[in-house]
């Protein structure tokens, strides 16, 4: 690797330690995990302070995800262990500043690990590494600027450049970073979601017609049955649990659907509720499913079957609001329960009780988030999911609906205002209407699609909005290969990570405010606005003092780097300095552009803000049948030979995404080490393994191995022939082109993988 950097994660030198896997979540060891976290990094006053104005209306949303507040209400904070680790890891005192840049060469910084990179605090100048340096020295923002449009404008086709964007970004900057994009003339827009809920946004339009789920939080109090399948809400979206306990105290049956039993779907403690705290707390799912990694396609074609068999007559709403019935219900009962029970792993008499529950509910939710999108068949599955829900008419009713948990709190926001490299022909007319920009009607590249053109020398540019591409992405080398390959590679962060030391030619770190900042202009403190995961847009506000007065926000970067590229390459309709002085401006373009945002200036200062349209919830489908479809697949899971494991690559509890937070996963009961591999205690046995034992992992794709040394071994309550390993340390063995069918999302969740010993 060029300048002689490690692009995987450094091997740990000592084993982990282990202690019983938790089955109460939140509660008091929260409450004081929480505590510390805000304590050591920025003080107990200022910690209150910040958590103060944590997703309360005249606040800042929490960066932690997607789960909405309630409507109307909110309790003194709407936070939650996590979310609160996160806003802490922003406001950190520790400053990633020249001096530290000047210590240590990109080389060396390689060799450690992500906890101790993020550990580093926050980035204070914009830095540059030149092409042949080993260190990084600081560059004024109007040279960075420069640089990036001289480099843009040497390109002989716009498609040599790629704008990346991750979730985190507002709507403000992200309507700004696509106009950017395409007044280049480029879509190439590839973006987290690619890796994230890609497969339910391809599959959803499909099925109803919106790319988006279709509940209200307030669904959830009206529902009978609520799904929980591929999702682990204690860790990922805690705040879900209160609205998983005030379903099952309004009479909801919560059903958990996934390899292992995840905490949260256990008890649950409120950790803001002092009698909650005392008491034994609210038990969540009233059923636990232990189904096969990638079985899910199959558990709910057996339930299809069961429902079918128990319904007397055909629903109104299958009539009325479906198409495709009849060839669904031919494929349903022509699958065998042999197919159905060894495919999915969960024996006939659980899936026909549960099946018979799912046939008698009057509204029932499903929700799911990466255990279901990161497959092969993930749109495939999805969809059968979709299809179970029809059979019901489970959609457009109060307490009924599909439900993608969103992950990064604004992806969901950045699709709707223009973050796609699959833009519709009516987006990009509008857009150049609008804007008076050309727009490119070339599609762009997707993240698999964007390391391929940039490996084989195609595109050569690469601008990061946000994120951590190099650990986010598959295939860590084959990543890092496509990252060297560039002459420039630019990093808009707050912290540092992995992607500032696996860079190209030359490479600019941009530091830019954090969500929980002032972000001030010549017409005051801007606000931003963004879109929870049932499409609630509704704006926040940072109150803190920026880490370093050299940052500058995300719209104003933007606007740095287009007024640079107007004076290389002609100037553009675009008035960029008035834009960004008042951000009102932008949500007007955004208003003109895209509809569903009239009145967007008036209506984000709402309290709470306001809903945007979704036509599946009123039940107008906007499919090409003009009704909700019934998509018929063959049942299909992971093939793998007799002595190889099925592995899916998840989060620990003390890690967002590729920041890690700490090396404990308190909840599964996993301390101090992160480069383990949770293995059925039968398996281990059958192999010879003990706890702790190192191991080598190989994955294996269409004829290729990749392989990874030192793993510990542990011994985990998972079915036989699956094993579990945190991202981003196994990202090195998924393969780039092991992807999902239809929406291309690297299958981090279904690895074909050996394990040796040394
Ligand atoms: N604290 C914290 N919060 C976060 C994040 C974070 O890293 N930390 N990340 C944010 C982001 S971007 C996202 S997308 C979300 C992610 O939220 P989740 O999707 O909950 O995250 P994962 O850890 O990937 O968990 C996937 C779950 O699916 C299960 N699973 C894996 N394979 C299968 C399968 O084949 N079938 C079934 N039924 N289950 C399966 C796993 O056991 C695990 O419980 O969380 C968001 N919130
Ligand atoms: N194997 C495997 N791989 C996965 C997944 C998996 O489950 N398994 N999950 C996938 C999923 S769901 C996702 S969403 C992706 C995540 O992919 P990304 O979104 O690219 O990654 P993050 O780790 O969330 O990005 C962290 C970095 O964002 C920067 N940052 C934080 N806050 C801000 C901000 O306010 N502004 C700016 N400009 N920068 C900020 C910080 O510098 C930090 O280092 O990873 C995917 N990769
Ligand atoms: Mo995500």
Known sequence: ??????????????????????????????????????????????????????????????????????????????????????????????????????????????????????????????????????????????????????????????????????????????????????????????????????????????????????????????????????????????????????????????????????????????PQNPLDLLGRGTRIADEHISVNINGDFALFRGFAKVILDSQQDLPAFVSEHTHGFDDYRDAVMGTSWNEVVHTSGVDREIIERIGEVIARSECMISCWAMGLTQHRNAVATIQEIANVSLLGGHIGRSGAGLCPVRGHSNVQGDRTVGINHKPTMSFLDSLSKVTGIESPIIEGVDVVEAVHRMRDGDSTVFLSMGGNFLSAMSDTNATASALTNCSLTVQISTKPNRSHLVTGKTALILPCLGRTELDLTVSGNQFVTVENSMGIVHSSIGTAKPASPQLMSEPSIVSGIGLALDTKCGQSPIDWTHLVDDYDRIRALIEQTIPGFDDYNARCRNEGGFYLPNAARDMVFNTHTGKANFIVHPITSIQTEPDHFVMMTIRSHDQYNTTIYGLDDRYRGINKGRRVVLVNELDMEANGWKEFDLVNITSHYGGAEISSRGWYVIPYAIPMGNVATYFPEANVLVPLDSVAEGSNTPTSKSIDVTITTN
Request: with cysteine.
């Open 1 to 270: 690797m060029g300048r002689g950097v490690t692009a995987t994660t450094p091997l740990e030198r000592n084993s982990p330690k282990r202690s019983a896997p938790k089955s109460v979540a939140a509660g008091i060891p929260a409450v004081i995990s929480t505590a510390k976290h805000g304590i050591r990094n920025m003080g107990v006053i200022s910690s209150i302070f910040k958590l103060g104005k944590l997703n309360k209306f005249d606040g800042f949303d929490c960066p932690g995800c997607a789960w909405p507040d309630p409507d109307g209400h909110r309790t003194f904070a709407e936070f939650c262990e996590n979310g609160a680790k996160a806003v802490s890891d922003e406001a950190t005192r520790k400053r990633a500043d020249p001096e530290f840049w000047s210590r240590w060469t990109v080389s060396e910084l390689s060799e450690k690990s992500d906890h101790w990179m993020n550990g580093q605090g926050r980035l204070t100048h914009p830095m540059i590494l030149r092409p042949d340096n080993q260190r990084y020295v600081p560059i004024d923002w109007d040279d960075a600027f420069e640089l990036i449009a001289q480099e843009l404008s040497s390109l002989t086709d716009p498609n040599q450049a790629i704008f990346y964007t991750s979730g985190r970004t507002s709507n403000e900057a992200a309507f700004l970073w696509q106009l950017l994009a395409r007044r280049f003339g480029t879509n190439n827009l590839p973006d987290c979601s690619n890796m994230c809920h890609e497969s339910s946004g391809v599959a959803l339009s499909e099925s109803i017609g919106i790319g988006k789920g279709t509940v209200k939080l307030d669904d959830f109090t009206s529902s009978d049955l609520i799904l929980v399948v591929g999702q682990n809400p204690g860790t990922n979206h805690p705040r879900m649990l209160t609205s998983l306990r005030d379903a099952k105290k309004a009479g909801a049956s919560i059903i958990s659907i996934n390899p292992i039993k995840e905490a949260g779907m256990g008890r649950f403690k409120h």
